[in-house]
């Protein structure tokens, strides 16, 4: 490794390691909300969550850049070999990140499935009360009643 990016590359691998942290923390506070149905929140949560993806992406970014001054391929078995070689240090922080980022994968698979699972059920209550309004037809287009049970019979009339 050129000594100019050692400290550069260890410094961006290390703050892609605490966002990552950061961003499983929130993952897990939207799996909880999703759980404890506390939608309300989620508004607030979606837009933390998209400032701190886009935060990981140019931290990721910023790390391609700096390894492919010194890597003619950025595959992780290359990686996992030529930080071994330079930085033992910042191979013990990429292992990390791997890892990490496999967490937060799961997390928002699993996150994405409670979504699925919300958006199906309140899709099915709104199809019941949908069916339900459409059955009853209590009111014309006018206001007025239009029910009349049994006999066709208006209400009040013997």
């Known amino acids: 490794m050129k000594q100019s990016s ?8 290390t703050a892609e390691r605490a966002a990552l942290l950061n961003f499983i923390a929130l993952l897990e506070r939207e799996q909880g909300m999703l759980v404890e149905n506390l939608t309300d929140q ?9 400032t701190d993806a886009l935060n990981l992406n140019e931290l990721a970014e910023t790390r391609r850049a700096l390894l492919r001054k010194n890597l003619p391929q950025l595959g992780a ?3 996992r070999a030529w930080l071994g070689t330079h930085s033992p240090q910042a191979l013990t922080i990429w292992l990390e ?7 937060a994968q ?4 699993t996150n994405g499935e409670l979504i699925q ?3 199906r059920r ?6 019941v009360l949908s069916n339900a309004v459409n059955k009853a037809n209590l009111y014309g287009p006018d206001g007025q009643t239009s029910f009349s049970p049994g006999s066709g019979r208006s209400l009040g009339s013997g």
């Open 117 to 119: 699972m919300k958006l």
């Open 97 to 103: 990140i791997l890892a990490l980022a496999e967490r």
């Open 42 to 50: 989620l508004l607030e949560l979606s837009e933390q969550k998209s």
């Open 106 to 109: 799961r997390f928002n698979q």
């Open 6 to 13: 050692s400290p550069q590359l260890l410094s961006v691998l």
């Open 77 to 79: 078995d290359a990686i």
């Open 122 to 127: 309140n899709q099915q209550l709104l199809t």
